[in-house]
């Protein structure tokens, strides 16, 4: 069964830098499209960034320029760096994947407080 980890979250200042993990067991992440989402308090789960599998990203007007989203095959892992990080980038962050013809898989999430 496709699982999915991820890890990286923390407390962090206005400004500063956080490297957000997933790592697959179960599954060829490569074979699937993967996303970073993200839930705040209060508010609905949005699509932080996405990575094919010919290696096309796709970023959130919010997030462009600061986050980036990578994979790495051999590890089976994809990761987002996230940069210059602001108070409303506070939120759970979740990492999803997207297989042809089968259920999508949800990660448990990682919590990312940026607070000063």
């Known amino acids: 069964q496709a699982q999915l980890v991820e890890s990286g979250g923390g407390l962090v200042q206005p400004g500063g830098s956080l490297r957000l993990s997933c790592a697959a067991s179960?599954?060829?992440?490569?074979?699937?499209?993967m996303g970073w989402y993200r839930q705040a308090p209060g508010k609905q789960r949005e699509l932080v960034a996405q990575?094919?599998?010919?290696?096309?990203?796709n970023y959130s007007g919010s997030v462009k320029g600061r986050f980036t989203i990578s994979r790495d095959n051999a590890k089976n892992t994809v990761d987002l760096q996230m940069n210059s990080l602001k108070p409303e980038d506070t939120a759970t962050y979740y990492c999803?994947?997207?297989?042809?013809?089968?259920?999508?898989?949800w990660g448990q999430g990682t919590q990312v407080i940026v607070s000063s």
């Open positions: 999803n994947l997207v297989r042809p013809f089968r259920e999508p898989v």
């Open positions: 179960g599954t060829i992440l490569s074979i699937g499209v």
């Open positions: 990575i094919g599998t010919a290696g096309g990203t």
